[in-house]
């Protein structure tokens, strides 16, 4: 990977008609990097995919890749890849006519096209498939021959819509390392769009957060996950305690609440994850509206003059039964630091 | 208990109404007499025999031929990008597109063809044949529309936009991967305006002349001047000639999904 931007999207407008999707959007990636869209639906982030492989024209802004700007450039000669949710497999091709359709356009000598069609089938593991026509094969498999198809054209950036939504629990674990392991062996660069955030923390390098048709943040797994800048990502990412912060004060249903600590605290907002809650000793107190066991850990709900308090603790802590009341705390020095509200 | 009898009748009686009129030719064409009557005179095969011996029989057959292929192929070649462009585009005016494509079915056939006949043969002077050629395009393309749009439908559009991204361009991915894909649409449709164009009377009658007929037609004034039962064993072969290309289309191609 080096630090030089690959795939530049500079200004970005785009719209369908009058209704515009995304607004002045801003993104560099290097090559070889593997970045996630992460986002709710309509959130504009399979616009954006759609605004690279050229099948969306740009309203304004610019695409440039590899130093070429291709903002105008036609899809079919854009050298990027697409692995489409639905697959798109082509019904009335084999396995093998498939993922070989792109060379043959090419104009490729026959030998060649053998050749990177039974090694881009070899690489996703479908070797023994290739007679065999698309409606004969499981979805798993169907993904993985979608994959070597963009695969074998050897695109500048491969693009992946949703690649994991369609496979069932077991099968999107195996994708997943099979995803990550084809990038490492490739070295393509890879965005893929997902609006699940476990996939996104799993394999992008970097994470790009989109909301209304703008990035809310763009950072490593890591800091999207510990560090969200924003109320909207802090939502996302599972901080189920948010408060805005107005004077060294946090904002609750009941009026401002001091808190010691978070007036050393200039920002306009704190966040907790339920297990950040301190349950069991602290400044409040709350009421406990349900419990739920979830395997390593309790979940809680709490009633209390903050306003609902979603709190986690190890299962082996002793439990609170519902109805009781209970102490806890927001300890400050723990809570993320919100930029936006 | 009731019900279920009273069902049967009526099964019985609608059977009857529907295959009554076929059964009698049938048995008319089997005649040993020389006119055309039911229940028949003896049985014999000469009638039969005799349809390939009248000579207008075997002009009009070929011009029905004639005009059944062509008129489809046309109507396929003006139908099959028209549903293409109705399914996949959101055109400015496709609802009128859509109805002004189907009007042949809703406007009464002899409207067409006393149209036709008035506004193009007579003051331009084109030949009978090209106006039946015409007529019968626009009678079919309706169903070649309708039968193409049907299957274009159930084609995701998304392997359309696979093949641009893998470097095709967009007129090289309809004739790769839309039309591989929608083949058996476009036999079905291919099929059903064969069959359309090949028992059609209503507009045909108007754009006949002295020489042009097509079979329907000519064995109306085949009739008029003789009254053996030849037309009978016509029609009937005819009619086997439908059925059986209707039923291998069923067997083969599950002709019912699309019409």
Not at chain 1, 61 to 81: F, S
Not at chain 2, 86 to 113: D, K, M, Q, W
Request: glycine share 8%; charged share 20%; with cysteine.
């Amino acid at each position: 990977m080096s630090d030089e931007t690959y795939l530049d999207l500079s200004d970005l407008t785009l719209a369908y008609g009058k209704t515009v999707a995304v607004e002045s959007l801003n993104l560099s990636i290097r090559k070889g990097e593997l970045i996630a869209l992460l986002g709710p639906s309509g959130c504009g982030k399979t616009t954006t995919m759609r605004a690279i492989t050229g099948l969306l024209r740009p309203a304004s802004g610019k695409i440039t890749l590899d130093g070429a700007d291709i903002t105008y450039v036609p899809a079919n000669k854009r050298h990027v890849g697409l692995v489409f949710q639905s697959y798109a497999l082509f019904p009335h091709l084999t396995v093998f006519e498939n993922v070989a359709f792109g060379l043959r356009l090419k104009k490729l000598p026959t030998v060649e096209i053998n050749q990177r069609v039974e090694a881009g089938l070899a690489m996703v593991g479908l070797g023994k498939f290739h007679s065999r026509k698309p409606a004969e094969l499981s979805g798993g498999q169907q993904q993985r021959v979608a994959l070597a198809r963009s695969l074998v054209m050897e695109p500048k950036v491969l693009l992946l819509d949703e690649p994991l939504s369609n496979l069932d629990a077991r099968l999107r674990l195996e994708m997943r390392t099979e995803l990550q392991r084809v990038q490492r062996e490739s070295g393509v660069t890879m965005v893929f769009v997902t609006h699940d955030q476990n996939e996104a923390l799993a394999l992008a390098d970097r994470i790009v957060v989109m909301k209304e048709g703008a990035i809310e943040q763009v950072g490593s797994p890591e800091d999207v996950y510990n560090r969200p800048r924003s109320r909207f990502v802090a939502d996302f990412v599972g901080f189920e305690n948010i408060f805005a912060v107005k004077d060294g004060k946090i904002v609750t249903d009941n009026g401002a609440v001091d808190l010691a600590g978070a007036s050393a605290v200039n920002a306009p907002g704190l966040a907790w994850r339920p297990h950040m809650v301190t349950l069991g000793e602290g400044r409040f107190e709350g009421e406990v509206l349900g419990a739920a066991f979830a395997g390593g850990s309790r979940e809680y709900l709490l009633k209390s003059p903050l306003g609902p308090i979603k709190a986690e603790m190890d299962a082996s802590a002793p439990a609170f039964e519902p109805g009781s009341t209970v102490a806890f705390d927001l300890p400050p020095e723990r809570a993320a630091v919100l930029e936006r509200m | 208990m009731t019900s279920r009898l009273l069902s049967y009748v009526t099964l019985t009686l609608v059977l009857i109404f529907l295959l009554g009129p076929f059964v009698i030719i049938v048995a008319a064409a089997l005649s040993g007499g020389e006119t055309l009557a039911f229940p028949p005179q003896g049985l014999s095969l000469k009638w039969v025999m005799k349809v390939f011996e009248v000579e207008s029989f075997r002009a009009s057959f070929a011009l029905s031929m004639f005009l059944a292929i062509f008129g489809t192929l046309a109507a396929l070649v003006l139908g099959v990008p028209v549903a293409y462009a109705a399914s996949r585009y959101r055109l400015p005016f496709g609802e009128t597109i859509r109805t002004i494509v189907s009007a042949p079915i809703i406007v009464p056939g002899i409207i067409v063809g006393l149209a036709l006949l008035r506004y193009l043969v007579i003051p331009l002077d084109v030949s009978v044949g090209l106006a039946l050629f015409i007529a019968h395009t626009a009678l079919i393309l309706p169903y070649a529309v309708r039968v193409v749009s049907a299957s274009l439908d159930n084609l995701r559009s998304d392997i359309e936009e696979a093949a641009v991204i893998l470097g095709s361009s967009r007129v090289a991915t309809f004739f790769r991967i839309v039309l591989p894909n929608i083949q058996s649409g476009i036999l079905a449709a291919f099929i059903l305006g064969f069959v359309t164009s090949f028992n059609q009377v209503p507009v045909s009658l108007f754009l006949s002349g002295p020489g042009v007929r097509t079979l329907p037609i000519d064995m109306i004034w085949y009739m008029e001047i003789t009254y053996d039962p030849s037309v009978a064993a016509l029609a009937a072969l005819l009619a086997f000639l439908s059925i059986s290309i209707v039923f291998l289309a069923e067997r083969f191609l599950g002709f019912s999904r699309y019409v």
